[in-house]
């Protein structure tokens, strides 16, 4: 089984240049979740889609836009990167919003210049 | 409100060394606890999760319990190998709210 796949996996980008990174699971799970991760900062949640046609603003959502666009896909998207969102990106789902565990991609490492 | 504290590290051990990881948390009604690890370059997957008082997770060799009176999940290895050099987070989540709750992750470095 795949389980969480994230594309791309590594992206360099200018200041003020746009995105998309993409997430699917192939698991049939209600929930989908982005993450960045960052030196010393532990997982911060950008945004989440507890079930299809649903999102919700996490933690540090400035800066960023979501899309649900189906059960299995929930992408992240980035309309004028900055220096700040250098990151480590990570998707993640589970099979409902409030019970189980999450099943995490491999990550996007992104770095804006 | 829901949080998780663990101790941060860097924490260092030389093979075969007995490890602890404390994990304590706060949260309202029953929680569901967790440990995730995370190898370097990679993702996080579970390690290993409890769903209620005094239950006892387990994975390769590493245990923790879910005390409800020390709100504690503290996580064990009798005898660390230089493979289980990882980041390590603790976390929770619950029928009562949407999101899993993380600690800010704890490295492990073990040296031959």
């Known amino acids: 089984n795949a389980g969480v796949t994230q594309t791309p996996k590594f992206q360099v980008l200018k200041t003020g240049q746009s995105m998309t990174l993409q997430c699917a699971q192939d698991?049939?799970?209600?929930?989908m979740y982005w993450y960045r991760q960052d030196p010393g900062m532990g997982l911060r949640l950008i945004y989440y889609s507890a079930s299809e046609g649903t999102t919700d603003k996490g933690e540090v959502p400035n800066g960023y836009n979501v899309s649900r666009l189906n059960k299995r896909e929930f992408s992240l998207r980035l309309e004028s990167a900055a220096p700040s969102q250098t990151s480590v990106y990570f998707c993640?789902?589970?099979?409902?919003?409030?019970?189980?565990?999450?099943?995490f991609g491999e990550g996007s490492r992104l770095t804006v210049l | 409100g829901n949080s998780v504290t663990q101790m941060e590290g860097p924490v260092t051990l030389s093979e075969e060394a007995f490890l602890t990881i404390n994990c304590t948390y706060t949260?309202?009604?029953?929680?569901?606890l967790f440990w995730y690890v995370q190898y370097p370059g990679e993702g996080l997957q579970l390690l290993l999760k409890?769903?209620?008082?005094?239950d006892k997770g387990s994975n390769k060799g590493f245990e923790a319990t879910y005390r409800k009176e020390t709100t504690s999940f503290h996580l064990e290895k009798g005898s660390v190998q230089v493979s289980d050099s990882a980041v390590y987070f603790c976390?929770?989540?619950?029928?009562?709210?949407?999101?899993?709750?993380f600690g800010p992750g704890t490295s492990l470095s073990v040296i031959p």
């Open positions: 698991m049939n799970h209600n929930s």
């Open positions: 993640a789902s589970r099979e409902d919003y409030n019970t189980g565990e999450l099943f």
């Open positions: 409890a769903t209620k008082a005094d």
């Open positions: 976390a929770l989540t619950g029928t009562s709210y949407d999101k899993v709750i």
């Open positions: 949260a309202t009604g029953y929680p569901s």
